[in-house]
């Protein structure tokens, strides 16, 4: 199949580009948090049926759209559609404005800083030019528009709500992600391509006081410090230095005044790791030296409570050589990249896994030549961060369009 030629059918016009362009402007600009995508999806959703898919909804503010075309294969696509909670600082004229509640019910602006708006304007694209090139394959298509990846909740909730009843199963999931490379370039890489992670928040007990009789307290933020840098030990120390870990402590937040010892202090980890031994070391020592570092300090055991967790992502290697070989055909040998793996973490892989199927992500670059030359281009999350429209766009649709080509063409 790697030496097929696309059919016109399934390739953009510049009116076509230009109308993904609008989409993709107005849902940077609507952004929405994570498992509060309400208005996100009924957008998606209506697009998707005017398309003449079968849509249903699935785990809360999830979308399903299933193209079917007669008999033949059924490959599922995926895209993501949470923003973040960050205050957008790029200067665009279709820059975000919106704002969002989070579980605490403090509202904070909001923002598509991941990219995930590239993704679901190139979903929609790719699924209309599917839908309007019936001669061209055959099979069934199934668009995953998923929730909360950001929190890791949105997968999970979607394979929890019966997605694989609701839906056909697929043979393999495709996905991908924009990210900081050169824009019209694609990148993958067979195997473990992204950690898993797992993030905490602990909660430390101590005694308040008077800030001029620490005498009569057991100060938890002396004790929540003494944590903080035992813990930074574990992957200098416990991991062995072949293997990949990272253990970052986000926030820490104490007390009120300054001459008063609070009664607690807590702050919040993040654990990433590929492999599942050093995951189990890692999160093994966190809490011997949580409940040691209290133990010697006299103070009650710590509270630990899980925040979430992102499953590893690993592509099938030989699928993985497989869509490379249809991205060469596509694109040319100078724009398909050898993948390194990514410390980041994404939950796409639980969806395959959910069925046993396996599974392809890649990524595809969003900068100009001009923007990675002046050197530490804002990378995803930064509320800088803003992917040149053009051929970024053009990229996603026409990685998507290969990659299902190559389960689908006639």
């Known amino acids: 199949m790697a030496n097929t030629t696309i059919p016109q059918s399934l390739k953009m016009s510049a009116a076509s580009a230009a109308e993904m362009g609008e989409t ?36 809360g503010t999830g979308v399903v759209g299933v193209l079917r075309n007669g008999e033949g294969p059924v490959i599922g696509m995926r895209a993501d559609t949470d923003g973040l909670p960050v205050l957008e600082d790029t200067g665009l004229d279709y820059a975000s404005t919106a704002t969002g509640s ?21 979903a929609l694209k790719t699924a209309e030019l599917y839908a309007g090139a019936t001669d061209a394959w055959a099979g069934t298509v199934v668009f995953v528009l998923q929730p909360g990846e950001e929190t890791a909740a949105g997968a999970r909730a979607m394979v929890e709500d019966g997605l694989w009843d609701k839906a056909p199963k ?127 300090s006299g103070a009650p055991e710590p509270l630990i409570e899980d925040i979430s967790n992102f499953p590893p992502l690993y592509n099938d290697p030989a699928e993985t050589e497989k869509l490379a070989e249809e991205f060469r055909a596509e694109f040319g040998e100078e724009r398909v990249l050898q993948g390194s793996p990514v410390m980041g973490s994404e939950d796409f892989g639980a969806l395959a896994a959910a069925i046993g199927v396996p599974s392809v992500f890649w990524f595809f670059g969003g900068n100009d030549a ?27 649709v026409e990685a998507a369009v290969r990659a299902l080509y190559s389960k689908l063409g006639k």
């Open 170 to 296: 697929p043979e393999i999931m495709f996905g991908q992600h924009v990210m900081n490379g050169l824009t019209g370039t694609v990148s993958l890489l067979g195997g473990a391509a992204m950690t898993t992670a797992d993030s905490f928040k602990v909660t430390v007990f101590g005694q308040g006081s008077h800030g001029s009789m620490p005498e009569h307290s057991i100060d938890p933020i002396v004790l929540g410090a003494s944590m903080v840098l035992r813990l930074q030990t574990i992957v200098s120390r416990q991991v062995a230095p072949q293997s990949a870990a990272v253990l970052t402590i986000g926030s820490f937040h104490a007390g009120l005044k300054e001459n008063v010892i609070p009664d607690r202090a807590v702050f919040t980890i993040n654990v990433r790791t590929f492999e599942p031994e050093v995951r189990d070391i890692v999160l093994t020592s966190i809490r011997r030296i949580i409940a040691a570092e209290a133990e010697a």
């Open 370 to 396: 001009k923007t990675l030359a002046a050197g530490h281009p804002p990378a995803n999350h930064s509320p800088f961060f803003a992917p040149v429209m053009e051929p970024t766009l053009s990229t996603g």
């Open 102 to 122: 989070l579980d605490d019910g403090t509202e904070v602006p909001t923002m598509h800083a991941c990219g995930h708006d590239t993704h679901m304007a190139t």
């Open 24 to 59: 993709y402007k107005y849902l940077h600009a609507t952004p929405e948090l994570s498992m509060q995508e309400h208005k996100t999806a009924d957008y998606l959703a209506k697009r998707l049926e005017d398309l003449g898919l079968e849509v249903f909804r699935c785990g």
